[in-house]
T-cell receptor, first 112, second 114 residues
Framework: EAGVAQSPRYKIIEKRQSVAFWCNPISGHATLYWYQQILGQGPKLLIQFQNNGVVDDSQLPKDRFSAERLKGVDSTLKIQPAKLEDSAVYLC??????????FGPGTRLTVL | AQSVTQLDSQVPVFEEAPVELRCNYSSSVSVYLFWYVQYPNQGLQLLLKYLSGSTLVESINGFEAEFNKSQTSFHLRKPSVHISDTAEYFCAVSVWDSNYQLIWGAGTKLIIKP
């Protein structure tokens, strides 16, 4: 069974530029999550999708972050414009039910 | 509000020695409990989980954790660590709050000394 795929693995941009991350969840998993993990901290949930609907986006900075999950499969997370404090690893996870979340390798974003 | 506390940010231990990584949570409702491991430059991987039943759960690589409801703890243990266990370990609790949410601890870095 293929795992959660993410791309790119690394991205370096300058502040005020825009960036997009892509995630392909495990086949059949209805729930998809985007997390932000700052160095030395646990993951912070940004947004949760159930199929193509948003379940929770309470911690998503909506003035600069956006996410979509068209057709209930792949998802993209966008930051526009990026700030220095957005430097982090962005993790995508998926789950079939209410328990185990399976994570992708993450995208390490550096904002200069 | 629900919270998960991992008391130790780093735990150094000699190879082949036992180790315990501590996790406490605050919740008055039923929870699911997880330990995830993150190896350097990799994503998070599920190590073990407690959903119901036996309070002692084990992983395939020798780790075990015990759910203690009275102490609201889910400590992770291994009787003999290897250099390959070097990683960061995260405790997480799944609780219902209008939606099932995973509440994460800050993580504990396990440092194996040769």
């Amino acid at each position: 069974e293929a795992g959660v795929a993410q791309s790119p693995r690394y991205k370096i941009i300058e502040k005020r530029q825009s960036v997009a991350f892509w995630c392909n969840p495990i086949s059949g998993h209805a729930t998809l999550y985007w997390y932000q993990q700052i160095l030395g901290q646990g993951p912070k949930l940004l947004i949760q999708f159930q199929n193509n609907g948003v379940v929770d986006d309470s911690q998503l900075p909506k003035d600069r972050f956006s996410a979509e999950r068209l057709k209930g499969v792949d998802s993209t997370l966008k930051i526009q414009p990026a700030k220095l404090e957005d430097s982090a690893v962005y993790l995508c996870a998926s789950s079939q039910g209410l328990d185990t979340q399976y994570f992708g390798p993450g995208t390490r974003l550096t904002v200069l | 509000a629900q919270s998960v506390t991992q008391l130790d940010s780093q735990v150094p231990v000699f190879e082949e020695a036992p180790v315990e990584l501590r996790c406490n949570y605050s919740s008055s409702v039923s929870v699911y409990l997880f330990w995830y491991v993150q190896y350097p430059n990799q994503g998070l991987q599920l190590l073990l989980k407690y959903l119901s039943g036996s309070t002692l759960v084990e992983s395939i690589n020798g780790f075990e954790a015990e759910f203690n409801k009275s102490q609201t703890s889910f400590h992770l243990r291994k009787p003999s660590v290897h250099i390959s266990d070097t990683a960061e370990y995260f405790c997480a609790v799944s609780v219902w709050d209008s939606n099932y949410q995973l509440i994460w601890g800050a993580g504990t870095k396990l440092i194996i000394k040769p």
